[in-house]
């Protein structure tokens, strides 16, 4: 932001009687009022919106055999989304992530940094973020049917990014290079998806390991009743030569709703859950032979103005011990606790149970507190506890900063691992 000399800040002048105000301002980021549609082509290119957003981070981690890690990153994101004009639009965005010293930390997917230290997510680089173009409609006729195209490299999310996501926590996040259409198929209530992916531009940056992809993304969400939303899937996942162990076909169905919801003067009270089934088998050049399912189940009470608790169990199942159900495209980083240790499911799978607390504190302060409670599927071994916290405060509709940080205390052979982020963020 640039600074205004006293002559340029000062408080302008009222208006001399009968003169018209001055015509409102467009939205921030907005070149002209995003309500009023273009004349033409060229005023849909030159009259959109500017997207831009600064996040600097500092990530402080340690586990054991390894050196303490302190990483200082901070990335800025900058595009332009044309207005559409009948339906159809482009975006193009880039992204950069810089550092000022490399040596104080280590990210093996890039090679950045020293060997030696404890394993870091955000290497530096430029990239292009996302470059798409989309047809969009409400409606189509009398049927309702509304349709939703887009090709090229996008942002593709499903429910909470369990298996499907775009890893928003990491400063480089995951996009995809695909074609892809939503529709109700004119019923109300539904919602159906599909993509094909022929490349995966994951959070390492340019640098980084980006597969070519022969994948299909099938989704679909039907809600029944506020108690129940039925949402079946399927994945085909296929990295070719790239990375064969990640291909994968996973059939599944999340269930979702609130159980109950009552309302006075001060707040809502409501209960919600979801209760979540996958089988993945391999597929494609995967030289693994397996079959594994996935399970999880949450239930969460909230309190409006107070917060919520909530308890839920996830069983990562493994087949024998040779191979265990794996998310090759989930944002990961949200499950199985902060410390990132069970970012790839190792062969013996996992279980956690965990528990969990929410609170809205004053001074405008959000804060939850997650305890996670490990064991093995094969054999079920107890791979030891960790705790979690976050705390995050919206200084301005544009600013908001944030504390987080995981705490593992490992057991059979997984390590102890501590990592602690703030960071600041800013969003035009």
């Known amino acids: 932001m640039t600074s205004t000399s006293p002559a340029t800040s000062a408080t302008p002048a009222a208006p001399s009687p009968g003169s018209a105000p001055p015509p409102p301002r467009p939205p921030l980021g907005w070149l002209s009022d995003p309500a009023k549609p273009p004349s033409g082509i060229l005023e849909a290119l030159v009259t959109g919106k500017v997207h831009l ?92 049917v509304s349709l939703d195209l887009k090709a090229g490299r996008q942002r593709i999310r499903f429910d909470d990014d369990r298996f499907i996501g775009n890893v928003g926590w990491r400063q480089f996040e995951q996009t995809f290079d695909a074609v892809g259409a939503s529709t109700n198929l004119g019923v109300d209530q539904l919602e159906f998806s599909y993509a094909y992916v022929w490349g995966v531009q994951r959070t390492f940056g340019p640098d980084g390991p980006n597969p070519d992809s022969d994948s299909h993304f099938f989704h679909a969400a039907y809600r029944v009743a506020p108690q129940l939303r039925v949402t079946p899937f399927a994945y085909l996942l296929d990295f070719e030569r790239d990375e064969p162990l990640n291909s994968s076909n996973t059939f599944g169905v999340l269930l979702t709703g609130r159980l109950w919801e009552e309302a006075d003067n001060q707040a809502d009270l409501y209960a919600d859950y979801e209760l979540t089934y996958a089988h993945q088998t391999d597929a494609a050049s995967n030289p693994v032979d397996y079959n594994a399912d996935f399970v999880a189940a ?93 705390a995050s405060r919206e200084i301005t509709p544009n600013w908001a900063v944030l504390i987080k940080g995981g705490f593992l205390d490992g057991d059979s052979g997984q390590p102890d691992t501590t990592r602690f982020w703030v960071q600041t963020a800013l969003k035009f």
Not at 91 to 111: I, K, L, Y
């Open 53 to 144: 957003d600064n996040n600097f981070r500092v990530e402080a981690a340690d586990t054991t055999g390894r050196d303490s890690s302190t990483e200082i990153t901070n990335r800025i994101r900058l595009g332009y989304e044309t207005k559409p004009i009948y339906g159809i639009s482009g975006f193009v965005e880039m992204e950069n992530v810089s550092t000022p010293e490399e040596d104080n930390f280590f990210v093996p997917a890039t090679g950045t940094g020293t060997p030696t230290r404890t394993v870091t997510f955000d290497p530096p680089g430029t990239e292009v973020n996302q470059a798409w173009g989309r047809y969009k409609t409400g409606s189509i006729g009398d049927s309702g």
């Open 298 to 390: 949450q239930l969460r009470v909230t309190r409006g103005q107070l917060g919520h608790v909530l308890v839920g169990y996830q069983f990562l199942g493994s087949d024998d011990g040779v191979f265990a159900f794996r998310f090759p495209l989930g944002t990961n980083h949200a499950f199985q606790g902060f410390a990132d240790n069970f970012l790839v499911t190792p062969a013996f799978g996992v279980q956690d149970l965990y528990f969990g607390v929410g609170a809205d504190l004053p001074w405008g302060i959000k804060a939850a507190v997650t305890y996670h409670l490990f064991f093995s599927d094969e054999g079920g071994n107890d791979l030891g506890e960790e705790f979690d916290f976050v």
